[in-house]
């Protein structure tokens, strides 16, 4: 069986939803979905044994060889990702039981889990196929179920959070959808592999160049690289907590990875960073988004905001890490997307306890939390921490590695801003922590006890992986260290 | 253009139009689906939603100058793509060189089917097709999970039913002639469905036809008539089974020893392996896409006959 894991990969979370709308029962449909996420999750770490010890796995679907057929094929970056994308899929789906019950009506709860598998399914698909169509088709599974996911929010403000999210991602995805259509129309094919050897061929012509403006620009849309960033604070901010700390850890994280792998994989590095100024325009961009939404949290009041702007200037630090197109440079960034995803699905677990406890996550209503939820809050503090960068928290690691790779290139204004910016993170994190700790709790809100188990255990875990990682850093280093040398080594 | 009316019966004009080009550039399945889906289903769901939304845009003053920056650009862009192109037809475009020679030359031993584009969509490339299974499989769920109103008590019910039979009473003749069409539609619908290996068509559009023969019927008969032939529950069961059908071809290749999808190993001889695995996933696709088009149907139909229950009642309610 071990030769057909990268297609379990995808199919076991996609035959189960299905399998769930049949169930009905919403609690027996839960347990089935954590089953279904746990095994997708040994999937995956089998998957990335597989290819650290023995290198590309490449997977034929329906029996055909490659250009003709589909291919998956997985290498260190998509293991690495798939890791990603299940573990913290597996840790979510153990609170989502207890958090929807008081955010979502009950008789949509199974479809909750329905959409949550297929939304697991899309993201899966898109990492691990080797086929640029096929990753349009998971696109739309993922994306589908997203918009529907954040409008089942409580607020009615979901629905519109999701129908600019809808409009916007459309866009994103047509314009990923005409860009490999005209690669098509040059070169013939529609596998990864296959355009990667025949596009240089065509290098030179207007529609290539078409080609990559467009699946760029779809990229940066679905990434919410500023400023295309607006659909995504409303749509974190009124999703149903479980879905904000599901897709805050994996959904953006997927859009960068496809970046990654059309421009080092398909394009090739030397087309990507040389017919436009890719690297002048993203680190500009990257450094502006870092700014102006880290200087947007400190005025939020709505804290499900406040990391959600968090959110995009993190994603300002990746897209730095990538424009440098080094070794370094890739490092950074891939090691900033395990490590971001761990923080933020903390952080927004823990306010998925508090939403829980308290019924929204309004600033004020932070009040004396401190005292009355001592482990969600900490767990808070905790993955603020790691978004500062503080050293023993995995924040530190990615950012060092940043700077390490900014300083090798010379780029040392840029490396004094990164560090001015974490300033920044300070002042947003500080006004939590401030509230929480050291004012009183409000006279009208009755007082709240602590989290239920089933949500500060993987809130914990995840904690404990934020420091553990920032300590240990052997295997986080490592993987993406190797997925980005070879990623250099395919293109060089 | 303000009249949301026109601009529905504008957007399926448009998908007639590029139907009738892609027939123009012989691409005949592309053409079938198009004129189903485009110029069929997508508009008269979309008019299902003005009979809530209203007819008329609401007036903004906002004028998006922006917007049309950027559609110029993009549209600039795509123009600016196109100068490098092999022209339409060339016979040295890489399209035809690399990939479609196999296709076009071997498909028919190694699938055994006439229809290229079914062997392509239904063997070569199942995957993608399964992934579109699935997508509109997710459209279905997401139309559920956004619309499906809680279950309404059986007074109300029969009021709606009293509220239809006032209604449709006096459509008499176009009753009895879709009472006579319906079976017909339905039976092209199978012809479609098992006709996909030898000419245009298969499992999308023969969903569709099958869903607009239970549309019609509702539409006619009243939601609560077609409700009780086809239920909900059912429904949705019948969507579910459609992707797990599809799903389970792949799996059965699994357990015989051939990659995802191989249809080569369902069976001792290759090609009547290929054949039965797309006839199944072609079953499969079917049930799936005519039971989510309804399910999109009953939903919006079901809750537009709620919206005006309650304005209903809310106007004798004040009257009183």
Not at chain 1, 116 to 138: K, R
Not at chain 1, 144 to 158: C, E, Q
Not at chain 2, 258 to 286: C, K, R
Request: proline letters at 3%; a neutral charge.
């Amino acid at each position: 069986m071990t030769a057909h894991l990268p297609i379990l990969q995808v199919i076991i979370p996609l035959m189960a939803a299905p399998i769930c709308l049949i169930l009905k029962r919403a609690k027996l449909v839960w347990l089935f979905s954590l089953i279904v996420s746990v095994l997708a999750f040994s999937v995956s770490v089998l998957l990335l044994q597989q290819v650290m010890t023995s290198g590309v796995i490449s997977y034929e679907l329906g029996g055909w060889q490659a250009p003709w057929g589909i291919e998956y094929r997985i290498d260190k970056l998509n293991a690495f990702v798939l890791l990603i994308i299940t573990s913290i899929s597996t840790l979510v789906l153990i609170a989502a039981q207890a958090s929807i019950e008081k955010e979502i009506p009950k008789d949509k709860h199974t479809l909750f889990y329905v959409l949550f598998l297929l939304s697991l399914t899309g993201m899966l698909g898109i990492v691990a196929t080797g086929d640029a169509f096929n990753v349009f088709v998971f696109l739309e599974i993922s994306s589908l179920s997203a918009y529907a996911l954040i409008a089942l929010g409580k607020n009615r403000r979901a629905l519109w959070a999701s129908y600019q999210y809808l409009i916007m991602g459309t866009i994103g995805a047509t314009f990923i959808l005409i860009g490999i259509g005209l690669m098509y129309q040059m070169t013939g094919t529609l596998n990864m592999q296959d355009l990667s050897q025949r596009l240089p061929e065509v290098a030179a012509t207007r529609t290539v160049f078409v080609a990559f403006a467009f699946v760029t620009v779809g990229l940066c849309l679905k990434l919410a690289l500023f400023p295309l960033h607006l659909w995504l604070p409303n749509a974190y901010a009124f999703a149903p907590s479980i879905v904000t700390a599901f897709f805050a850890a994996t959904a953006t994280k997927v859009a960068i990875y496809l970046l990654i792998r059309f421009t080092f994989s398909v394009f090739g590095l030397s087309f990507s960073f040389t017919t436009i100024p890719l690297q002048t325009v993203f680190m500009a961009l990257g450094l502006i988004g870092i700014f102006v939404a880290s200087s947007t949290a400190i005025y939020q009041n709505n804290i499900k905001h406040v990391f959600a702007y968090s959110s995009i200037s993190q994603i300002g630090y990746m897209i730095i890490g990538f424009s440098l197109s080094s070794v370094t440079g890739l490092t950074s960034t891939l090691l900033h997307l395990f490590n971001h995803a761990l923080m933020k699905s903390a952080i927004f677990l823990a306010l998925a306890a508090i939403m829980f406890r308290v019924g929204n996550v309004q600033l004020d209503n932070f009040r004396g939390l401190g005292r009355q939820m001592p482990l969600t809050m900490a767990a808070i503090v905790v993955g603020g921490l790691s978004l500062i960068g503080v050293p023993l928290t995995v924040g530190f690691v990615s950012k060092w590695y940043l700077l390490t790779a900014l300083l090798e290139q010379g780029w040392w204004p840029i490396a004094a801003l990164v560090l001015l910016a974490s300033i920044l993170a300070v002042v947003y994190v500080w006004r939590i922590v401030e509230v929480a700790y050291f004012k009183e709790p409000l006279p009208d809100r009755a007082p709240v006890k602590e989290a239920p188990l089933i949500f500060l255990v993987p809130i914990w875990i995840l904690v404990i992986a934020n420091v553990y990682f920032g300590i240990d850093t052997r295997f986080s280093v490592q993987v993406a260290e190797s997925a980005a040398q070879s990623l250099f080594g395919v293109s060089l | 253009m303000k009249d949301l009316f026109a601009v529905i019966m504008l957007s399926g004009i448009y998908g007639l139009l590029s139907a009738s080009f892609f027939v123009a550039m012989d691409a005949v399945d592309v053409a079938f689906t198009e004129a189903a889906v485009g110029a069929g289903i997508s508009t008269l769901l979309m008019l299902v939603v003005i009979t809530m939304t209203g007819r008329k845009e609401k007036p903004t003053r906002h004028k998006p100058i922006s917007a049309l920056f950027v559609v110029i650009i993009t549209g600039g862009l795509l123009i600016y793509g196109t100068l490098d192109m092999p022209y339409f037809g060339a016979a040295d475009a890489p399209i035809h060189n690399h990939t479609s020679p196999r296709y076009i030359n071997d498909s028919m031993q190694e699938i055994g089917i006439p229809n290229i584009v079914t062997s392509v969509l239904a063997s070569y490339r199942a995957f993608d097709t399964f992934g579109e299974v699935v997508v509109i499989f997710t459209a279905g769920i997401g139309v559920l999970a956004m619309l499906s109103v809680a279950r309404r008590k059986e007074d109300e019910d029969d009021e709606i039913a009293s509220i239809n039979d006032s209604m449709h009473q006096q459509h008499l003749v176009i009753r009895i002639v879709a009472k006579m069409l319906i079976p017909f539609i339905l039976l092209f619908a199978l012809y479609v469905q098992f006709h996909g290996d030898f000419g245009p068509g298969g499992g999308f559009q023969a969903g569709v036809i099958f869903a607009a023969a239970i549309i019609l019927y509702a539409m006619l008969f009243g939601l609560a008539t077609a409700r009780r032939v086809i239920n909900q529950t059912f429904i949705q069961l019948i969507a579910a089974i459609g992707v797990l059908l599809y799903g389970c071809v792949g799996l059965v290749s699994l357990m015989n020893g051939g990659n995802f999808f191989d249809y080569n190993v369902l069976s001792s001889d290759p090609i009547a392996g290929q054949h039965l695995g797309i006839l199944i996933i072609e079953w499969g696709v079917g049930c799936t896409v005519a039971s989510v088009m309804v399910i999109i149907f009953f939903n919006f139909a079901g809750r537009r006959q709620f919206q005006s229950l309650k304005k209903q009642t809310k106007h004798t309610e004040s009257s009183k």
